[in-house]
């Protein structure tokens, strides 16, 4: 059976994920993902609106047009897990393809609210939801089934799918970490992917996302950033003033330990911005996390404005809000109260936590510099970087080498200097470029079984 690896989005940047593998007539496409760098660069634009040439023109979304040359049928769209860069393209782009949308029941329903979202493009594709450990045919020969296998990432209900082929697996990998004790849901399921790699003809293919692969050692577990948290917020338990906090609003756990160190401390939290209720909300509908009753959570900038005129008549000091902003996003809640666009006032010496990391790419960058540097201007002390990544470092992707002994290797989710790292580790375990380790840029194709 002839194999082939479409390389459409994600291979020349951290953003707009999409790949495409085509096993005989049947092809599966794992994400749709959105580069929010080019659209945050750009004042005032709405996605919703837009029509998917311009998104693709300014390389906000993938460009798919690569897909024409594979010949045969979409059977699926998985995307793995709920974060934009692998799902906010699915509303404009997932219509040109008859085909189900397949995904765990948390990324199905933000899946959902993308697609109710968009005004431009009707997406009609059936969505599926699927749990990790199960399984389902994919095409009518009966020779392919897709699986899904658990990982631990900075959102729940993320899978790493696999495509299970006669000529061997192939194991989509992007965006995990080997969390043994994460704070929600369960481990990576390392002994699932150790028998896939035992398996039949074993892994053919492994696409493996390369963000930390430089970086020595192994990414901590979520549990070792709840504890850091813990200790920053009660060493600030006895300040009487204002403290607030942001986080990426979809890590729902850090969310969570955010709203219990809160009430320990003695105070209210609160949930403020848009996403913020979006991820929040939907994973207590779908019971993946239980809130306390009374916690509020607000997105719609008036109901915002009105919690922060209450904090300010109440009292900061009973109050944490935890709000949008981490990156320093300009229309996010803590860039408008580092700008004085809301009720919310800081005085000199108020804690602002950020419970989260600086993305490493230039305009995230620029905007949280130029965030921190107001909100310092207005006399707040910043807490920075209390955070584990949701990506493998350096002997997290050993061990995955290890585990699966795939036959090739695609390198994905950076540019081309972001590869280099991951290439002299694969080169360290006996692969070689451009034998068994394919570096590519996007809308590329790679033939590994003719």
Request: net charge negative.
């Amino acid at each position: 059976m002839e194999i082939e690896i479409a390389t459409i989005g994600g291979y020349e940047e951290v953003g707009r994920q999409m790949t495409a593998v085509r096993a005989g007539e049947d092809i599966v496409i794992f994400d749709m993902g959105l580069n929010l760098s080019k659209v945050l660069i750009h004042d005032d634009v709405e996605t919703e609106s837009m029509h998917s040439l311009d998104l693709i023109d300014m390389g906000a979304i993938p460009d798919d047009r690569v897909m024409s040359e594979l010949e045969g049928d979409v059977r699926a769209i998985v995307p793995t897990h709920g974060h934009l860069d692998h799902i906010a393209a699915i509303p404009k782009l997932a219509h040109r393809y008859d085909a189900p949308i397949v995904a765990t029941p948390f990324t199905i329903e933000l899946v959902k609210q993308q697609i109710q979202g968009e005004s431009k493009f009707d997406v009609g594709n059936e969505l599926v939801k699927m749990e990790a450990g199960e399984t389902m045919p994919i095409g009518d020969s009966g020779a392919l089934d897709l699986e899904f296998v658990n990982v631990a990432h900075s959102i729940i209900d993320a899978i790493n799918p696999v495509l299970h082929t006669p000529e061997g697996a192939v194991v989509y990998g992007l965006d995990k970490r080997l969390d043994h004790d994460p704070v929600l849901g369960d481990p990576i399921d390392m002994d699932r992917f150790a028998e896939i790699g035992r398996e039949g003809e074993g892994v053919l293919c492994y696409i493996e996302d390369c963000t930390n692969a430089g970086q020595k050692g192994r990414t901590p577990s979520e549990s070792v950033a709840r504890d850091h948290l813990h200790d920053v917020m009660t060493s600030v338990a006895d300040y009487d003033g204002g403290i607030v906090a942001t986080t990426f609003s979809s890590h729902v756990a850090r969310v969570k330990s955010l709203v219990e160190f809160a009430r320990e401390m003695g105070r209210e939290p609160v949930l403020l911005g848009r996403s913020m209720e979006q991820y929040a909300g939907t994973a207590e509908r779908l019971d993946f996390v239980n809130f306390p009753g009374d916690l509020g959570m607000y997105g719609h900038r008036k109901s915002v404005d009105r919690t922060f005129k209450r904090i300010m008549e109440e009292g900061k000091d009973q109050y944490l809000p935890i709000v949008t902003g981490h990156q320093g996003e300009p229309r996010a809640m803590l860039t408008r109260m580092a700008r004085g666009e809301t009720p919310y006032e800081f005085d000199d010496g108020d804690k602002v936590i950020f419970s989260a990391s600086v993305i490493p790419e230039p305009t995230n960058e620029g905007q949280r510099y130029q965030a921190e540097t107001l909100l310092r201007m207005q006399g707040a002390r910043i807490f920075d970087d209390i955070h584990v990544s949701g990506h493998l470092s350096e002997e997290g992707h050993y061990e995955m080498l290890r585990t699966l002994q795939p036959q090739h290797v695609i390198p994905a989710h950076q540019n081309m200097k972001g590869f280099s790292p991951y290439v002299d580790l694969a080169d360290s375990q006996g692969y070689e470029l451009g034998r068994d380790l394919h570096v590519t840029r996007n809308g590329n194709t790679i033939q590994l079984v003719e």
